[in-house]
């Protein structure tokens, strides 16, 4: 039987999907107060930044996988872009259709496997993946998926955790696994879900290892942005052929 990691724990292939939609199943009410908390706000810098990279235009077709309650999806629907709103989990895509509809506007919401796409080849000028990737069971299958709705020309747009600089690792592990699943008792009632988080960013591949996936899918002229020290960072690829 395949396994793969769900974060330090080893489990089979099979069953990763449904153990990360428990988590985001209790976490959802409280979800965007702990990113507030836990990033102290920075998150929206992070979002504000890899929409002005990912330079959409009005009247562009842009795909949000994993897109939970919706913090990009709305961003580049406020540029003029026609946008569809993907996530696997039902509770975290309801909120970012609400959150989507009380700012004002419209967009499909697809509850969906990243790894299987319901779209045709070349549907989208952009796809984007904010804080989802890691969560994916076979991430290389999920980024090729988002390959191929891209269109000639089209960009994807990874923003996730990534490998912190050296210097910074050891406080960094003791916010990650002291504060955070302390946060999460306190705030989200779920001490448990903070914790995968911050496992499940160590078992994440570091800004090298990604940008190589990306080239391994067929994408070109790719490239990282580290923020945060390496905390997170925003990779970027193109669709050329």
């Known amino acids: 039987m395949t396994e793969t990691h769900f974060g330090f724990e080893r489990v089979p292939e099979k069953d990763k999907a449904r153990r990360v939609g428990e988590v985001f199943d209790r976490v959802a009410g409280r979800y965007d107060l702990m990113n507030d908390l836990m990033s102290l706000g920075l998150h929206r810098l992070w979002k504000a930044f890899a929409v002005q990279v990912a330079r959409v235009r009005a009247g562009e077709r842009v795909l949000d996988v994993a897109s939970g309650s919706g913090d990009l999806a709305r961003a580049f629907a406020a540029r003029g872009a026609e946008v569809c709103m993907t996530d696997i989990n039902g509770a975290m895509l309801a909120r970012g259709r609400d959150r989507m509809a009380?700012?004002?506007r419209l967009a499909p919401a697809v509850q969906c496997d990243a790894e299987r796409l319901p779209f045709r080849a070349?549907?989208?000028?952009?796809v984007s993946v904010g804080f989802g990737l890691r969560n994916m069971t076979r991430k290389e299958a999920a980024l090729a998926e988002m390959a191929r709705v891209l269109k000639p020309g089209g960009r994807l747009l990874v923003l996730e955790f990534s490998q912190v600089w050296k210097?910074?690792?050891?406080?960094?592990?003791?916010y990650s696994f002291r504060v955070l699943p302390w946060l999460g008792a306190r705030v989200a009632g779920d001490a448990a879900a903070y914790r995968y988080l911050a496992e499940s960013i160590r078992m994440h591949p570091d800004q090298p290892a990604l940008a190589a996936m990306l080239e391994r899918v067929g994408l070109e002229k790719?490239?990282?942005?580290?923020?945060?020290?390496g905390a997170v960072a925003l990779h970027r690829g193109y669709k050329l052929g």
């Open 102 to 104: 009380d700012a004002g």
């Open 222 to 229: 790719v490239e990282y942005f580290n923020m945060a020290a």
């Open 122 to 126: 070349a549907s989208f000028d952009c």
């Open 167 to 174: 210097l910074l690792r050891k406080p960094y592990d003791l």
